[in-house]
T-cell receptor
Framework: GAGVSQSPSNKVTEKGKDVELRCDPI?????LYWYRQRLGQGLEFLIY????????KSGLPSDRFSAERTGESVSTLTIQRTQQEDSAVYLC?????????????FGNGTRLTVT | SQQGEEDPQALSIQEGENATMNCSYK?????LQWYRQNSGRGLVHLIL?????REKHSGRLRVTLDTSKKSSSLLITASRAADTASYFC?????????????FGQGTELSVKP
């Protein structure tokens, strides 16, 4: 019954370290999306999952970024060898996608700061 | 890439006044959606308008869509201090099978009591 949950809510890491961000979508939502939001900016699409497959990875900015989804539920976004330009809020959203026009339900995001 | 461009970038009004935000986009769409984001939070879906619709209402919200101009507007009537937030338009592009939305840069609305 709960909404989309993301953890951690805040993450500070040193440049060069790897980070994992977690998303728990709303139960039963087949579609899951990752977006990135830089300070004061709009949302930048990263990747979309339908079930456990990722038919659209077109927004991943480099091969340092990867994501997976298991059990048609939890998803993790991994950033390897973090850079300062990776600092942003990473937002996850899920939707039913059983019909066109299903809205996206967002989590509160993970604020990543790379020092 | 960002499809939507929103205007104005920031808007400051008094409680009780109406707020109008505009959005332009570049490609053909299935639908256009508006979302709201309070500071430090995720986005919340407000309203969706399909490409074959011209106007839609929900409470104090009124959305219009002009597909010939590739533009939309969001009107909030009788604004309240609690309406203070950032508002984003998002488009579901024609031919998009995955429901991926392309978001604009947002309008930051401040409603002063």
């Amino acid at each position: 019954g709960a909404g989309v949950s993301q953890s951690p809510s805040n993450k500070v890491t040193e440049k060069g370290k790897d980070v994992e961000l977690r998303c728990d979508p709303i139960s039963g939502h087949t579609a899951l999306y990752w977006y990135r939001q830089r300070l004061g900016q709009g949302l930048e699409f990263l990747i979309y999952f339908q079930g456990n497959s990722a038919p659209d990875k077109s927004g991943l900015p480099s091969d340092r970024f990867s994501a997976e989804r298991t059990g048609e539920s939890v998803s993790t976004l991994t950033i390897q060898r973090t850079q300062q330009e990776d600092s942003a809020v990473y937002l996850c959203a899920s939707s039913l996608r059983d019909r066109v026009d299903s809205p996206l339900h967002f989590g509160n995001g993970t604020r990543l700061t790379v020092t | 890439s960002q499809q939507g461009e929103e205007d104005p970038q920031a808007l400051s009004i008094q409680e009780g006044e109406n707020a109008t935000m505009n959005c332009s986009y570049k490609t053909s769409i299935n639908n256009l959606q508006w979302y709201r984001q309070n500071s430090g939070r995720g986005l919340v879906h407000l309203i969706l308008i399909r490409s074959n619709e011209r106007e839609k209402h929900s409470g104090r919200l009124r959305v219009t869509l002009d597909t010939s101009k590739k533009s939309s507007s969001l009107l909030i009537t009788a604004s309240r201090a609690a309406d203070t937030a950032s508002y984003f338009c998002a488009t579901d592009e024609l031919g998009n099978q995955g429901g991926k939305l392309i978001f604009g840069q947002g309008t930051e609305l401040s409603v002063k009591p």
